[in-house]
């Protein structure tokens, strides 16, 4: 069965911190680098964050310092952890393989920060 099962959104005020979940089935996980992607309204779908197998860790420039990638293994999660959030960080943030798992995707957790 093929799942990706985001939560952790919400209504945050700049500056504040949110951490997102995401549990994924074994067959997307497994042996992939899984990714954060974000996409804001009325713009497209952007990866902000991904993590290899092995930990190795990469950043989008608009994050970089404030966000933080981690994966547990033995759970098929994946986290994100945001700190210093900015108005500009208002979006539905999925997560998935990289490449993306087909034409599969969850639903998404909102994160919203008022200006």
């Known amino acids: 069965q093929v799942q990706l099962v985001e939560s952790g959104g919400g209504l945050v005020q700049a500056g504040g911190s949110l951490t997102l979940s995401c549990a994924a089935s074994g067959s997307i996980f497994r042996g992939n680098v899984m990714g954060w992607y974000r996409q804001a309204p009325g713009k497209q779908r952007e990866l902000v964050a991904d993590?290899?197998?092995?930990?190795?860790?990469n950043y989008a420039d608009s994050v970089k310092g404030r966000f933080t990638i981690s994966r547990d293994n033995a759970k098929y999660t994946v986290y994100l952890q945001m700190i210093s959030l900015e108005p500009e960080d208002t979006a539905v943030y999925y997560c998935?393989?990289?490449?993306?798992?087909?034409?599969?995707w969850g639903q998404g957790t909102q994160v919203t920060v008022p200006s």
């Open positions: 998935n393989s990289i490449p993306p798992f087909g034409a599969f």
């Open positions: 993590i290899s197998g092995g930990g190795r860790t």
